[in-house]
């Protein structure tokens, strides 16, 4: 039982120093300084997703300006399928830095779900005018052209200059697979 008991207080305390480490930084920011650390993001449970949520909606209800909680938050509404939630939040960072490569293409890849491919396409476009190595704008273009308009003698050129800068990756694979076959279903990528 000792020992439980030890376990349990050095979790505790290793969550409580990352959380007032986090919560210092992002509740911090000012004169336009960014945080060191974003909101954690990535696979969680329902329940850290609305932690996460609602902590970054107070955060930017407090400071409108905060670009990596507009990002953060734009984000958790990306993984749980919010995806008018998702392009707001985006728009929100995008109006602070718009010319963010990252946030146009995560916004996209948002336009595209809700079947607005037209404006995912010209995200993406935006992102490959700011950033012609930008992989993720390149593959989603691809994506919308083949899979959602049907296009792909579109995507074709688009996939090919990304297998030029990138030919091993799992995307890489990905790609190669859609060229020889062209895709039924949809897969999205971030």
């Given at each position: 039982m000792k020992k439980e008991s030890i376990l349990i207080a050095a979790v505790a305390l290793i969550v409580g120093l990352l959380g007032g480490f986090l919560i210092f930084n992002i509740t911090s920011v000012g004169n336009n300084q960014q945080p060191s650390?974003?909101?954690?993001?990535?696979?969680?449970?329902?329940?850290?997703?609305?932690?996460?949520?609602?902590?970054a909606e107070k955060i930017v209800a407090q400071d409108p300006k905060n670009l990596n909680a507009w990002i953060s938050l734009g984000n958790d509404y990306f993984d749980t399928e919010q995806a008018q939630k998702s392009i707001q939040a985006y728009g929100k960072a995008l109006e602070i830095e718009p010319n963010n490569a990252n946030v146009l293409t995560d916004q996209g890849v948002m336009y595209r779900k809700v079947g607005w491919y037209d404006k995912a396409l010209e995200n993406f476009e935006k992102a490959q005018k700011l950033d012609p190595k930008?992989?993720?704008?390149?593959?989603?273009?691809?994506?919308?052209?083949?899979?959602?308009?049907?296009?792909?003698?579109?995507?074709?050129?688009?996939?090919?200059?990304?297998?030029?800068?990138?030919?091993?990756?799992?995307?890489?694979m990905q790609i190669k697979s859609l060229m020889q076959s062209p895709p039924t279903t949809q897969p999205t990528s971030k």
């Amino acid at each position: 039982m000792k020992k439980e008991s030890i376990l349990i207080a050095a979790v505790a305390l290793i969550v409580g120093l990352l959380g007032g480490f986090l919560i210092f930084n992002i509740t911090s920011v000012g004169n336009n300084q960014q945080p060191s650390v974003n909101i954690p993001v990535g696979s969680g449970s329902p329940t850290d997703y609305a932690s996460r949520i609602a902590q970054a909606e107070k955060i930017v209800a407090q400071d409108p300006k905060n670009l990596n909680a507009w990002i953060s938050l734009g984000n958790d509404y990306f993984d749980t399928e919010q995806a008018q939630k998702s392009i707001q939040a985006y728009g929100k960072a995008l109006e602070i830095e718009p010319n963010n490569a990252n946030v146009l293409t995560d916004q996209g890849v948002m336009y595209r779900k809700v079947g607005w491919y037209d404006k995912a396409l010209e995200n993406f476009e935006k992102a490959q005018k700011l950033d012609p190595k930008h992989l993720q704008s390149l593959y989603n273009m691809g994506l919308v052209y083949a899979v959602d308009m049907k296009q792909p003698e579109k995507a074709f050129p688009l996939w090919k200059k990304y297998l030029q800068m990138d030919p091993n990756s799992p995307t890489a694979m990905q790609i190669k697979s859609l060229m020889q076959s062209p895709p039924t279903t949809q897969p999205t990528s971030k």
